[in-house]
C-alpha cells in the first residue's frame, strides 16, 4: 500500500502477563513546506521518530505500564496508562483461517476509533497487539474501521510453547526514571504542538494562512476518557 509503514511487532504473553514490543521507527519528508493556494501553506515534520516500546499488562486488570526506549537509554520514559474497559461485540457466525488457526470476528470502540478483530480460541489468552485484550482468544488481527489513517495487525508467526526466558511482569526497579502517567505524555505533546501553531502564525506575512499537518490526531487513540469526564463535569 502506497504511503504504509511496517514494522515487525512482538508479542509474547502466558495466560496472566504479557509483554508486547515495537522496534524504533524514523521516517524522514522531504516535502517540509507545501503550497496549497495563494497565500496558504502547509507544515509537515521534517522528521518523525517512534521510539522503541514495551508494554506491559495484565488479564485481570486495566493498568498499563509502557517503557518508551530511545536509542539514548538516559532518555528513557516509563508511563502508567489505565486501559478503556472494550464492550466488544462477538460475532461467531463470521470467521476466517489465519496461521492454521480459526478465528472469529469481533467489534468494539477503541478510544474514539471503530475496531475489527478477529481472535481464535484455540488459544486460551486475552491478550493482543498494542492496548488490545479481553476476547475470549489471542487477537490474531486488528484494524480500525473508520475514516483516516488506517492501523493493521495482523500475526505472521506463533510460537508454542515459547521457551525462551523473558520476564513478563513490568518491574519498576528495572529503571531509573520515575513514573509518569500517559494522560501527562499526553496533554505535554500537544501543548507542545500548539505552541508551535502560534509560533508558525505569527511569523506568516499579513494576508496569508499556515496549517501545521501534525495538530489533529491522527493516532488510533482519538478521544481520551479523562477528556469526557472534563466535558462531564
Not at 517512534?50 to 506491559?56: F, S
Not at 528513557?76 to 474497559?85: E, F, G, M, N, R
Not at 489513517?149 to 529503571?175: G, M, N, T, V
Request: proline content about 4%.
Amino acid at each position: 500500500m502506497k504511503g504504509s509503514i511496517n514494522t515487525v511487532e512482538y508479542l509474547i504473553a502466558d495466560a496472566n502477563n504479557a509483554l508486547y514490543t515495537t522496534e524504533i521507527v524514523e521516517i524522514t519528508n522531504n516535502e517540509i513546506i507545501k503550497k496549497e493556494g495563494d497565500n496558504q501553506y502547509s507544515i509537515n515534520p521534517a522528521e518523525i521518530k517512534i521510539n522503541a516500546m514495551k508494554y506491559y499488562t495484565k488479564s485481570d486488570s486495566p493498568t498499563m505500564y509502557f517503557v518508551s526506549q530511545p536509542k539514548n537509554i538516559q532518555n528513557t520514559i516509563v508511563a502508567i496508562d489505565s486501559l478503556p474497559d472494550i464492550s466488544w461485540k462477538l460475532n461467531t457466525n463470521e470467521s476466517k483461517i489465519l496461521n492454521t488457526f480459526k478465528c472469529y470476528k469481533a467489534e468494539g470502540t477503541f478510544r474514539g476509533s471503530e475496531i475489527i478483530a478477529y481472535y481464535t480460541p484455540e488459544i486460551p489468552i486475552v491478550f493482543g497487539p498494542f492496548k488490545f485484550k479481553g476476547l475470549p482468544g489471542l487477537i490474531m488481527e486488528v484494524y480500525n474501521d473508520d475514516n483516516g489513517l488506517q492501523y493493521h495487525w495482523k500475526a505472521s508467526k506463533i510460537i508454542i510453547p515459547f521457551k525462551q526466558d523473558i520476564d513478563l511482569k513490568f518491574l519498576s526497579e528495572s529503571y531509573n526514571s520515575p513514573i509518569v502517567t500517559y494522560r501527562s505524555i499526553v496533554e505535554k505533546f500537544e501543548n507542545k504542538l500548539k505552541q508551535m501553531d502560534q509560533t508558525m502564525k505569527t511569523r506568516v506575512s499579513r494576508g496569508g494562512s499556515i496549517k501545521l499537518n501534525n495538530t489533529e490526531r491522527v493516532s488510533i487513540e482519538k478521544i481520551y476518557e479523562w477528556e469526557k469526564e472534563t466535558k462531564e463535569d
